[in-house]
Nanobody
Framework: QLQLVESGGGLVQPGGSLRLSCAAAEFDIGVHAIGWFRQAPGKEREGVSCIGSSGGTYTSYADFVKGRFTISRDGAKNTVYLQMDSLKPEDTAVYYC????????????????WGQGTHVTVSS
C-alpha cells in the first residue's frame, strides 16, 4: 500500500519559516507526482503546490504562496519537502501531502493517496 507521512508542522510567528516533509514508506516516491494541500477550519481543501515525478522538473504554486513557498525532492531520503517562508496568519491550516501518477491542475481531485496531515499555526 502507498503510505505517506507528513511532519514538520508547528507554531510559528508571522514572518517565520517552517519546512514540511512528506516521506514515503516502502515505496519509491520518485515515480509519483506529489502535491501539498491545506485545509483551514470551515474551508475547503485547497492546492498549495505540486511537483511532477522525478523524471521531470515541473512544479506549480498557488497564487497565495507564490514567492514564499518552495517544493522540492530529495531522492536519497525518499522525501518531498515544502519550504515555507514569510508565513502569514492566513497560512494556518492542516497541511497534507498526496500522491498521484500525473496532475494537470494541482487539484485535490487529481490525487488518490493521502497522508494524515500536519498542523501549521501562524500566530503572534
Amino acid at each position: 500500500q502507498l503510505q505517506l507521512v507528513e511532519s514538520g508542522g508547528g507554531l510559528v510567528q508571522p514572518g517565520g519559516s517552517l519546512r514540511l516533509s512528506c516521506a514515503a514508506a516502502e515505496f519509491d516516491i520518485g515515480v509519483h507526482a506529489i502535491g501539498w494541500f491545506r485545509q483551514a477550519p470551515g474551508k475547503e481543501r485547497e492546492g498549495v503546490s505540486c511537483i511532477g515525478s522525478s523524471g521531470g522538473t515541473y512544479t506549480s504554486y498557488a497564487d497565495f504562496v507564490k514567492g514564499r513557498f518552495t517544493i522540492s525532492r530529495d531522492g536519497a531520503k525518499n522525501t518531498v519537502y515544502l519550504q515555507m517562508d514569510s508565513l502569514k496568519p492566513e497560512d494556518t491550516a492542516v497541511y497534507y501531502c498526496a500522491a498521484t501518477w500525473r496532475f494537470y491542475y494541482c487539484s485535490a481531485d487529481e490525487f488518490h493517496f493521502w497522508g494524515q496531515g500536519t498542523h501549521v499555526t501562524v500566530s503572534s
